[in-house]
């Protein structure tokens, strides 16, 4: 059984209209040496399976049918063995 | 002609799209309303996927429709070559399933845009568009969240030189939409994806009777695309 977490963010070239907003609401916070945030999105969820590979492979099936819009986006995996 | 119009959980315009195939010319009986169960639309001659927010666009505007059977359905149809456009949250389900390229993100102003607003007819090689006039300018609702179509600059540049860009925003671009895209087509112009909703300019009491011309094509046009088409 492996728990995994799927770390979803839009390609560097698009640009998040939400990022916008969020930046400038974080200035008003006013909390110093905060750099420009990041927004992405993140799944988590446990995959049966024997192996590594096998977990992996599961993950892009999911990732890549319905997690993730390749169009836009990219992410990346964290995957531990419980 | 038999057309078949699919209803996501969530979706808006079924009733207004079949509305305005009747008054196109269509029998009652040849426009049917299908739920995301579909498996089957070989029989159908145009398939269209309508406006709203199919399962609250919860994952990405049209992601979820993405993964049931009809969506399945609408790609073996796709293949065929035979007429189907996507309408609003359709044309985003068109983008989700690879069937057009490009995406959408939340409109740049973060405001959800509702109005009347000035399109430009970009090409009137396709199944949707050609009893429009290229240049001409109409005026059709948009109501949207996530209309900010984007595309990298090799599929922008690409849309460009085989002219698959159908409408542009003309006076004032509600969204951000790349290159003012307001709808987009396949190669051959018989996939077709638009914001706006024409669906709801077929009556002059909503400000716009400039949709007619759009299901006025469906029935002129659609048939000589199909025949051109056929795999």
Do not use: C, W
Not at chain 1, 25 to 52: L, M, N
Not at chain 2, 85 to 92: A, D, K, P, R, W
Not at chain 2, 159 to 166: F, G, H, R, S, Y
Not at chain 2, 170 to 181: F, T, V
């Amino acid at each position: 059984m492996f728990k995994v977490t799927v770390f979803v963010q839009y390609l560097e070239s698009v640009v998040n209209p939400d990022e916008e907003v969020l930046n400038e609401a974080i200035q008003k916070v006013g909390t110093e040496g905060v750099s420009p945030v990041k927004i992405g999105r993140t799944y988590t969820f446990h995959v049966q399976a024997d192996r590594r590979e096998e977990a992996d492979q599961k993950v892009k099936e999911v990732a890549g049918k319905l997690l993730v819009n390749p169009s836009m986006e990219t992410y990346s995996v964290e995957m531990e063995e419980v | 002609m038999k057309a078949a119009i699919i209803s996501f959980p969530g979706t808006i315009g079924e009733q207004d799209i079949q509305e305005a195939l009747l008054s196109a010319g269509f029998e009652a009986g040849d426009v049917e309303i299908l739920d995301e169960r579909q498996t089957e639309l070989s029989t159908y001659d145009v398939v269209f996927l309508p406006g709203g927010a199919s399962y609250g666009d919860s994952i990405r505007p049209g992601a979820a429709a993405k993964v049931d059977a009809a969506a399945e359905a609408v790609v073996q149809y796709a293949a065929t070559g035979k007429p189907l456009i996507g309408i609003g949250n359709g044309f985003q389900l068109l983008t989700e399933l690879g069937l057009l390229p490009g995406g959408f993100l939340k409109n740049k102003t973060l405001k959800t845009v509702n109005g009347l607003y000035e399109v430009k007819v970009e090409s009137s090689r396709t199944v949707f568009t050609n009893q429009l006039e290229e240049g001409q300018t109409l005026r059709l609702p948009i109501a949207h969240k996530y209309g900010q179509y984007t595309a990298d600059e090799e599929t922008l540049s690409r849309l460009k030189e085989n002219k698959q860009i159908v409408l542009t925003y003309s006076s004032e671009n509600p969204n951000g939409s790349a290159a003012d895209i307001a709808g987009i087509a396949n190669e051959a112009g018989t996939i077709v994806g638009i914001m706006p909703k024409p669906e709801r300019a077929m009556n002059a009491l909503f400000g716009s009777v400039d949709g007619k011309l759009f299901f006025q094509s469906i029935n002129s046009g659609a048939v000589e695309y199909t025949e051109r088409n056929k795999k």
